[in-house]
């Protein structure tokens, strides 16, 4: 049997052992799950990818069923907040991270033995999926940061003590997650960072600063990216766990944004906080690898997310437009707002197809690199492409600011520069076509 298969089989396995072992909401509906097919009714007629398991390129019952009671969760905890917390510009982290981290939702691949349900990364992407459902892009990102961005390193390469330490808690929702990549001097160009951790005796000692950082503001520990000696600029970083409420962590400020409201974005200052060097994930000096192997993680979560978002903007507009009448027939009938969401949404089913190719061949044990992204690119670009687009068929609705389509446009800017700007995309793309010019 391929590896594939029986590692599908081994997450199926462990996904009904849970499903009997653990409650909250997942649990509750994998006890009985209902056909997909009932919901029918329920739902908009929509292009997007079949929702059995059977017709499905990557998801299996299990998938759906996952989906399904997130979906759930999502209705009943988190929507009903929303407008509430993009207006007071913050989420209550640890509240909703406890509900979602109870219900298995924090480490679907992440291992058993640290509260992880041990599944592939294809279960990662459909909750990064399904999470495209909640009503703004700061809540997700923020979730996306604790369970796919600042963990994936530690999961990999982190030692018993700081899985249990550090790993199990945010799993379980216990502990909020930040990631301290960014600087005020330093995105596109990680190498350049001069955050710097110097060894004295068994401790670090921590200077610098990180700019950007989602959950910041609330985050227990920070998974942190520091220069640990004078060496070349991709192997003299290390990834740290550094515990928020060590002396000489200062949050500076919490900033302003144009969209992502609901999330916190923080900069952060340390001046001599002290680390022990238990804390170093992994080797010393591989943080900068490691961090980019942290990053293809990162990319194909935002695109999962993404492309539901992009479903969810499509329907509203066509909704929308369908009941707002111009010149005495709905704004939908005219053929260059059908034609152009019927462009849209056959965008949306390209990149689609390129993140679950993607996905496979990743669930195999490939190097997906380039189709990260390549995907990430593309997620970025059609995010303006289409939150322009169906902004403009909202008329002056579009452009008053509680309108879900207005705060896509305003929150999925985002896509085309954080977590590597399309420009940094193309350069890897590049290297992978080997049409860079060799210095
Ligand atoms: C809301 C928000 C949340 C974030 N969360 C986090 C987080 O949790 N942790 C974290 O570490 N970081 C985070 N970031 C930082 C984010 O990853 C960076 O903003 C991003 O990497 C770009 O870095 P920069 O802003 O410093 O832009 P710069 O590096 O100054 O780049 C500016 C522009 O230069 C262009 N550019 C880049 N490379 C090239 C090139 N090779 N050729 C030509 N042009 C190029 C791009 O258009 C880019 O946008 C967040 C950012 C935002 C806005």
């Not at 997007?48 to 398991?53: C, D, G, H, L, N």
């Not at 849209?344 to 690199?369: C, F, M, P, W």
């Amino acid at each position: 049997m391929p590896a594939t298969d029986m590692a599908l089989r081994e997450g199926t396995y462990r996904l009904k052992l849970l499903a009997s072992s653990r409650n909250v909401y997942k649990f509750a509906s994998f006890v009985g799950v209902r056909s997909l097919t009932e919901n029918a009714s329920s739902k908009p007629v929509t292009s997007s990818p079949p929702e059995t398991a059977a017709d499905h390129l990557l998801y299996t019952r299990e998938h759906f069923a996952l989906k399904e009671a997130l979906r759930k969760l999502i209705d009943q905890e988190i929507n009903p907040h929303v407008e509430k917390w993009e207006a007071e510009g913050i989420f209550p982290a640890h509240k909703i991270f406890k509900i979602l981290g109870s219900a298995g939702f924090l480490g679907v691949n992440k291992p058993v033995e640290y509260g992880g349900l041990g599944l592939d990364y294809s279960y990662s992407v459909a909750v990064a999926e399904e999470l495209g459902n909640i009503n703004c892009g700061g809540i997700p990102m923020a979730i996306g940061v604790q369970s796919d961005m600042a963990t994936p390193a530690l999961a990999r390469f982190g030692s018993d003590y700081l899985k249990k330490e550090f790993l199990l808690p945010s799993i379980m929702g216990d502990k909020v997650a930040c990631l301290g990549v960014s600087e005020v001097g330093a995105g596109s160009d990680v190498s350049s960072i001069l955050t710097k951790a110097v060894k004295k005796g068994d401790e670090y000692v921590v200077n610098g600063g990180k700019m950007w950082t989602t959950n910041g503001t609330q985050a227990d520990w920070m998974c942190l990216l520091a220069n640990t000696s004078d060496g070349p600029p991709h192997r003299n970083k290390s990834l740290f766990c550094l515990p928020m409420n060590l002396p000489g962590v200062h949050i500076a400020r919490k900033i302003d944004k144009m969209g992502m409201w609901s999330s916190d974005t923080a900069e952060v200052f340390f001046d001599d906080v002290r680390v022990p060097c238990e804390n170093v994930i992994g080797q010393e000096g591989m943080g900068f690898t490691y961090q980019m192997l942290q990053f293809q993680e990162e990319r194909l979560w935002a695109v999962a997310n993404m492309v539901t978002t992009m479903d969810n903007i499509i329907q509203e507009t066509i909704k929308y437009t369908r009941q707002r009448k111009i010149f005495k027939q709905p704004v939908l009938y005219h053929q260059t707002v059908h034609f152009r969401l019927a462009e849209l949404q056959t965008e949306v089913e390209l990149l689609r197809s390129l993140l679950y190719h993607a996905t496979a061949l990743y669930i195999k044990g490939n190097d997906v690199t380039k189709l990260a992204s390549m995907a990430k690119l593309k997620g970025g670009r059609l995010a303006r492409e289409l939150s322009d687009s169906c902004l403009q068929f909202w008329g002056g609705m579009g452009f008053t600011s509680a309108m879900p389509v207005s705060r896509f446009y305003r929150d999925s800017r985002l896509m085309s520069i954080g977590g590597g700007a399309d420009e940094v995309m193309l350069g890897i793309i590049c290297k992978y076509m080997d049409t860079v010019p060799r210095k």
